[in-house]
């Protein structure tokens, strides 16, 4: 898979987009799509005062990936819980594909922030979080 992110970036082209809400799909952008591309990923026009409209198009920019871990979110989790909700194994990508970049975003967080290492460590959803996981029903 990281190979199409490799040869799109090398061409010049839109970032390719996963969708797995239902099934795998994966939307890879023609050459010339660039622009229109962009303008449809990216959102110019959030203010302070954010609509139903503009939360239902934000949500649709996030990670799919993210979501998906949002999706399973109730309460606490530990890693090894988060992961067999997924059902995923390979505990390096559910790190970098799911857990850093939802703690990058601010979607989730830890309980422990002062012991990464902890093995009583938690995570758990922030406002952004919650409030993505009631856009996305």
Known sequence: ???????????????????????????????GAGDNAIKKLTTDHDTDHDTDHDTDHDTDQVNELIKRLISVFSGSKSRQELMDLLDLKHNPN?????????????????????????????????????????GMK
């Open 1 to 31: 898979m990281g190979e199409i992110f490799r040869l799109a970036e090398e061409f010049g082209l839109v970032e390719p987009v996963i969708d797995l809400t239902e099934g795998f799909k994966v939307t890879i952008w023609r050459p």
């Open 94 to 134: 559910f790190r970098e594909n799911y857990l850093h970049p939802a703690i990058d975003e601010g979607y989730i967080e830890m309980t422990k922030p002062d012991a990464l290492k902890s093995k009583k460590q938690l995570y758990r959803l922030t406002q952004k979080g919650i409030k993505l996981k009631k």
